[in-house]
């Protein structure tokens, strides 16, 4: 088949090293540095604050959101994620989780937002959709270290990367799936358009945006756990050396502990879209 | 003064409308643009004008055009072509601002599907047009309440629309537009989702609320019966065009065409109704020996302006006005000599069909006599109404 040699792999690393990254590193750079402190500050907050409290929010949390049941869950996983010795780690996956949801969000809505009210953006958007999601997870680790090098900085931009299409699908079907003669009352009564998106569009479109923000935040979770093949602390990077050192014992507690906290996690944004 | 006027508008559904404007100026019909180019021409180079306090309704089959012409009022739909006067002024020029101010101000509006925002109560629903301008909380929850109780659903506001009957989420709709305090209100198939008993009850309110608000009211329906009751005037539409405009009795009487006659057909009824069946007892009635200053009593207390006058035996003698009967009191003329006789007059079996003209036409209701003897009365309001109600009355009996 090879009738010519195609040298993409070649133009590629060449684009990256002469170009790329003598140009943009320092974007790059502080880029980083900012997503540094965010992260650090986070992980610092869930780490230095006693795990009994936290555990308590989060029960609270689960029983106010979602019921007894989940409530109950929550405090026997928390205990048992204690008992384990990966209390650390949870949080630290739990940082590197909430920081790259937040991004996704930060960026995903508006863009959904952006492609419901433009026909054009959203044309454009499908194609890079489609492709961020079919893309095995763990391609978005090369770039990521080669621009961010290794830790939780490349770790937060892979997972950002990875869980943003569903906050801007959701977003985008949220809002177009609003009653066409809901939208048109409301622009029969003299509405702008920042007052139809206000007080119509998004509060309709609330319950299907938070079920993309619960879709985000599992796709997260999935990827922070890959992200530790680039460093990122946590409990991937427990199960890792769990598999490294084929210690099957490690390996379950900290796949146990990801469980535990993916279920937690995903019943909390879940009830808040049922609540939405 | 015309509260609104259209001149010349058309509106084309598709990827070249100013081509198939051409067309539409050259004379060719909506059928073949459609065929030629896939285009829909929605609204067809259409002129109508609208009078202050005036009920205009506009009346066509499904695919008519006219949901397309009743947002093109408001510009929901962007014209393709043509003028639309909102108190003199082109809304189809204006910028984005202006019309945005134009629509809170002067136009509001009630669907057909309510179009209620289902996250919100009554009472913020109703206050919505006036929320999004910028009136404070206290301001614009009393006129929504205002408005609430005028269309009769105290006690509802803290209600959510899902909460409520179909036709109690149509008298939000209304509630909604009345609260904005427009001149105009653009209701589009308004009652058609509502059953037949609830749709009676919103046109009677409607023509009550009418009666006290004087609003300029652009009413769209499919029903004949709808459109007799309401409309002061009535347009018929076919395939985007208005192929008639008048009164109910000039529609009635004097169809422009086929379609208009086959339209009307309905109203046959009109043909077996006769004047017995619509006719009601006079309200006041001067007995012949009662003399002149009874008779201005009698008009005072029942505060008309003119009494129709019998003998003894009920033999109608003739039309007595409040003018004459001062006068004939002052110079001590005899009754009889001042009584009017130029009314119209019809027999108990006259087809109500006859009688329709007539009412139009004439000032004071038609008498209906039977050997010389006074029957009933028969007014504008009642050929119309027999209209309406004759059919209700087939309906109950055929169920
Ligand atoms: N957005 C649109 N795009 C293309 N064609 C349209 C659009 N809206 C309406 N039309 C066409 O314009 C014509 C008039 O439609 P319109 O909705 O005004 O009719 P209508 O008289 O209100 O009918 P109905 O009684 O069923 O409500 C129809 O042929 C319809 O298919
Ligand atoms: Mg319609």
């Not at chain 1, 205990?79 to 949080?91: D, K, P, Q, T």
């Not at chain 2, 081509?19 to 065929?35: F, H, R």
Request: net charge neutral; proline share 4%.
């Amino acid at each position: 088949m090879n009738y010519f040699y195609f040298p993409l792999e070649d133009w590629t690393n060449h684009f990256v090293n002469e170009w790329l990254l003598p140009v943009m590193s320092g974007f790059f750079n502080s880029i980083s540095t900012v997503l540094r402190a965010f992260i650090e500050g986070v992980t610092n907050l869930l780490v230095v604050v006693p795990p009994e409290i936290i555990m308590i929010l989060l029960v609270l949390l689960s029983w106010k959101i979602a019921g007894k049941g989940l409530a109950l869950f929550t405090l026997i996983g928390c205990i048992f994620i204690g008992s384990v010795n990966l209390w650390e780690a949870a949080m630290q996956t739990v940082s590197i989780v909430l920081v790259s949801t937040f991004l996704s969000i930060l960026i995903g809505v508006p863009l959904g937002i952006l492609s419901a009210t433009n026909k054009v953006i959203e044309r454009m958007m499908r194609p890079i959709l489609d492709f961020m999601q079919t893309l095995p997870s763990f391609v978005y680790l090369i770039p990521a270290i080669l621009l961010f090098g290794l830790g939780g900085v490349p770790a937060v931009i892979a997972t950002f990367v990875f869980a943003t299409p569903p906050a801007v699908r959701m977003t985008n079907l949220g809002i177009r799936q609003v009653p066409s003669d809901v939208v048109e009352a409301s622009r029969a009564f003299g509405s702008t358009s920042r007052q139809l998106l206000l007080k119509v569009q998004l509060p309709l479109a609330l319950p299907t945006i938070m079920a993309g923000v619960n879709q985000t935040m599992m796709l997260a979770l999935s990827m922070a756990v890959i992200a530790s093949m680039i460093g990122a602390p946590g409990l991937g990077s427990t199960v890792l050396s769990g598999i490294s050192r084929v210690n099957v014992g490690l390996g379950l507690t900290g796949g146990l502990a990801i469980v535990v906290l993916a279920i937690i996690l995903d019943r909390i944004t879940q009830g808040l879209a049922k609540k939405a | 003064m015309n509260k609104i006027e259209v001149t010349d508008l058309t509106k084309i559904f598709g990827s070249h409308p100013k081509q198939g404007l051409k067309s539409l100026k050259n004379g060719e019909q909506k059928a073949d643009i459609l065929k030629k180019t896939g285009m829909t021409v929605g609204v067809n180079q259409t002129s109508f004008s609208v009078q202050a306090g005036e009920i205009f309704v506009i009346m066509g089959l499904s695919g008519s055009g006219k949901s397309t012409l009743i947002r093109l009022v408001n510009r929901l739909i962007e014209p393709t072509d043509g003028e639309i006067l909102i108190d003199g002024e082109d809304i189809t020029k204006m910028d984005k601002n202006t019309l945005i101010e134009t629509r809170r101000k002067k136009l509001a509006m009630v669907f057909q599907q309510f179009g209620l925002l289902p996250h919100r109560t009554v009472l913020t629903n109703v206050a919505y047009g006036l929320e999004i301008q910028g009136v404070d909380k206290a301001e614009r929850e009393k006129k929504a309440l205002k408005s609430i109780e005028d269309v009769g659903l105290k006690g509802y506001e803290a209600s959510y629309p899902n909460q409520l009957s179909g036709g109690m989420q149509q008298r939000v709709g209304l509630a909604r537009a009345l609260a904005n305090d427009s001149d105009i209100l653009l209701m589009d198939e308004a009652f058609s989702a509502l059953d037949p008993l609830i749709r009676k009850e919103m046109q009677d309110e409607l023509l009550d609320l009418q009666n006290k608000l004087g609003k300029t009211i652009l009413f769209i329906t499919h029903d004949l019966d709808e459109a007799l009751k309401l409309g002061d005037r009535i347009a018929i539409m076919k395939d985007g065009e208005i192929v008639q405009v008048g009164t109910a009795e000039e529609i009635l009487e004097n169809p422009a065409n086929e379609y208009v006659s086959n339209f009307v057909k309905d109203v046959d009824r009109s043909k077996v109704l006769e004047a017995s069946h619509v006719m009601k007892k006079p309200g006041v009635l001067l007995s012949y020996k009662d003399g002149p200053r009874m008779a201005v009593r009698k008009m005072e207390e029942a505060g008309v302006s003119s009494i129709f006058v019998v003998d003894k035996e009920n033999n109608f003698k003739g039309l007595l006005t409040i003018d004459d009967a001062i006068k004939a009191y002052k110079e001590n003329i005899p009754m009889e000599d001042v009584l009017l006789d130029t009314v119209h007059f019809a027999s108990p079996t006259t087809p109500l069909n006859d009688l329709i003209g007539i009412a139009a036409e004439t000032k004071y209701p038609i008498v209906v006599v039977e050997d010389g003897k006074l029957k009933g009365i028969i007014s504008r309001v009642s050929i119309l109404s027999g209209l309406v109600l004759g059919k209700e009355k087939d309906e109950v009996v055929s169920s």
